[in-house]
């Protein structure tokens, strides 16, 4: 299968600060990517649609402005969590659709971040 | 309404023995595909095997294989020959709409979690 790699795998910040995730296809070129939040135990939550030279497509109830996603090129989407607080302590996970509409897409590994 | 149910919170199985996880969705699109992940205790998702609602035949990926019954909107996954390293979280997800349209966001089900002993 694809490849696609998280950065850091593991946060731990302090409240108020803002955390950036990375989110690469190593071996595809990914024009959309998504990022998704676990909860412990529970399922995975789409939060935003990121699309390669456009804007984010964000889910209701998603702030924006907190949870603010590039997708700069085809290889690389970023999650910036700003001003972060205890509860947005989570594991975050992003996906890259391999080719055009309809494709698999393919999970990085994961992002678990703490705010203390 | 739960757009994917996935009933068994969790499930048991011996080594080598088969094991089926269940899954039934509820869409009005024609043209939608399913998926089964795999989520090990390492938190990554693992893509296992995909199912178009068009496709007449069943999916097969080596050892799993889903069971599409698509009149009772089901898709269950059955792993043949349990390995150990089965165990995991399984999850479920739909995706609406063909593939040729954008609308290509995954709805996850609620996963089910499988625990394969010696």
């Known amino acids: 299968g694809a490849v696609v790699s998280q950065h850091p795998s593991r946060v731990i910040c302090k409240s108020g600060t803002s955390v950036k995730i990375e989110c690469r296809s190593l071996?595809?070129?990914?024009?959309?990517m998504f990022w998704y939040r676990q909860f412990p135990k529970q399922s995975l939550m789409l939060m935003a649609t990121?699309?390669?030279?456009?804007?984010?497509?964000?889910e209701q109830g998603v702030e924006k402005d907190k949870f603010l996603i590039n997708h700069a090129s085809l290889t690389l989407s970023t999650l910036t969590v700003t001003s972060a607080h205890p509860e947005d302590s989570s594991f975050y996970i992003c996906?890259?659709?391999?080719?055009?509409?309809?494709?698999?897409?393919?999970f990085g590994p994961g992002t678990r971040l703490t705010v203390l | 309404a739960q757009k994917i149910t996935q009933t068994q919170p969790g499930m048991f199985v011996q080594e080598k023995e088969a094991v089926t996880l269940d899954c039934t969705y509820d869409?009005?699109?024609?043209?939608?595909?399913l998926f089964w992940y795999k989520q090990p205790s390492s938190g990554e998702m693992i893509f296992l095997i995909y199912?178009?609602?068009?496709?007449?035949q069943n999916a097969t990926e080596g050892r799993y294989s889903l069971n599409f019954q698509k009149a009772r909107k089901s898709a269950n996954l059955v792993i043949s020959a349990s390995q150990l390293g089965d165990s995991a979280m399984y999850f479920c997800?739909?995706?609406?709409?063909?593939?040729?349209?954008?609308?290509?966001?995954?709805?996850f089900g609620t996963g089910t979690r499988l625990l394969v002993s010696p």
């Open positions: 996906s890259a659709r391999r080719g055009l509409a309809g494709g698999t897409q393919f």
């Open positions: 071996d595809f070129q990914a024009t959309t």
């Open positions: 990121s699309n390669e030279g456009s804007k984010a497509t964000y």
């Open positions: 869409t009005s699109d024609q043209s939608y595909g």
């Open positions: 199912q178009g609602s068009y496709d007449e």
């Open positions: 997800a739909m995706r609406e709409g063909g593939r040729n349209t954008g609308f290509q966001k995954l709805v």
